[in-house]
């Protein structure tokens, strides 16, 4: 062996710089796949990072936007309840016929129906009376505390011809199903 290492000095050292660098990067390698996720991961929580740097900046603006819809939102509420309430609706009916001094009153409900958690229940409403009359009882639907949208109101006069009109009206109570508030 020594005569291999005084003939070939040169190519020793070569076998021997080339072992060393094949030692170093059996070494290295691991290393640089662990740099290389390192940096990915980096990145990736950098992108995160400016992700909730925009979120935090459009805070205040939301912020705002939250305080600005509050009064919308108990709007909402009051027109559309979160129960059907009938014994309320009626009783608000009742009262409003009542104080129009309206005759032949009648109001009579039909089947509920929900869409997308928002219910609402047909209504067909029916009287006579003196046309100011009949205008101030819709002025009074409208204050109600619920939303009642009117779908088709005729007007027609009375058969008798005393002046008074004959109201038929097809019009709809609103309110929320009990499990649409998870979804607001």
């Known amino acids: 062996m020594k005569k291999l290492i005084d003939q070939y000095p040169l190519a020793v050292f070569g076998l021997l710089l080339t072992a060393a660098a094949a030692l170093g990067a059996y070494q290295y390698y691991p290393v640089y796949q662990q740099r290389k996720a390192f940096q990915a991961l980096l990145a990736e929580e950098q992108s995160r990072m400016d992700e909730v740097k925009n979120c935090s900046e ?78 101030e009882l819709l002025q009074a639907f409208e204050r109600f505390e619920r939303l009642i949208r009117f779908e088709e109101i005729i007007f027609r006069n009375d058969e008798k011809m005393t002046g008074n009109l004959l109201l038929q009206a097809r019009a709809r109570a609103f309110y929320q199903s009990s499990g649409s508030k998870q979804n607001l």
């Open 58 to 135: 459009r805070l205040p603006m939301l912020h705002r936007q939250v305080k600005a819809l509050k009064p919308a939102a108990e709007q909402f509420q009051r027109y559309f309840p979160d129960e059907q309430g009938y014994s309320r609706l009626w009783q608000q009916m009742t009262e409003t016929l009542a104080r129009a001094e309206l005759s032949d009153q009648s109001v009579r409900p039909g089947e509920v129906s929900c869409e997308d958690g928002l219910c609402s229940i047909p209504l067909e409403i029916r009287c006579t009376g003196s046309f100011e009359k009949i205008f």
